[in-house]
């Protein structure tokens, strides 16, 4: 069904069940992960929870729509198994500037007794992980690992002018000096190149 579908049959004066469910797309393999207790299908593709992968504790600076900042989405996990751990020692080749989608997952077919039936999934934002950071509390016994991703294109994890530098540029086209002046560009101003 979809997701528009499922809003429509919703009764106005109902609480619909929906909650989040996300794809990390690793280096080594993909993810799918929701915040419930068992896996969940959703037709293409299978959703982990926690008896799969371990809980997602919380979520924070999630926004959506458009002409918003640019937020950092931190997404907090908890009680996972060793695999995020290796990916998290080897972040800066299995989880910088990859690919993370974040879903809607909304429960109930309008059916007694199917109230928290998985009826459709709606994609709603389309992140670029940046860090995976894990910590452990000694006194709780418990381990976590922070998630952090970054809107499409932000690019936030890469120094400041860092994309291409005059040096770089010269190399490739001797004689051109279009990016001698770049860090005035981001502020707008006039450039004198004589």
Not at 56 to 70: D, V
Not at 148 to 153: K, N, S, Y
């Amino acid at each position: 069904m979809e997701f528009d579908d499922w809003l429509a049959m919703q009764d106005k004066h109902a609480t619909p069940h929906m909650t989040l469910g996300f794809t990390f797309y690793f280096k080594s393999e993909t993810m799918h992960v929701w915040p419930g207790r068992y896996s969940l299908d959703a037709g293409s593709r299978v959703f982990l929870g926690a008896n799969a992968t371990g809980a997602i504790g919380s979520i924070s600076n999630l926004e959506f729509g458009y002409g918003r900042p640019k937020e950092t989405t931190t997404l907090v996990m908890s009680g996972l198994d060793q695999r995020y751990f290796a990916l998290a020692e080897n972040q800066d080749s299995e989880v910088r500037g990859r690919k993370a989608e974040i879903f809607i997952l909304a429960f109930g077919t309008g059916v007694l007794g199917e109230e928290w039936k998985l009826a459709a999934v709606s994609l709603e934002a389309t992140r670029e992980m940046d860090k995976l950071s894990s910590s452990l509390n000694h006194d709780e016994g418990t381990s976590t690992i922070t998630l952090t991703m970054q809107p499409l294109g932000s690019m936030r994890w890469r120094p400041a002018h860092g994309l291409i530098t005059d040096e770089d540029q010269r190399a490739r086209f001797p004689g051109d000096r279009g990016l001698e002046r770049v860090g005035l560009v981001q502020y707008s101003r006039p450039l004198d190149f004589s």
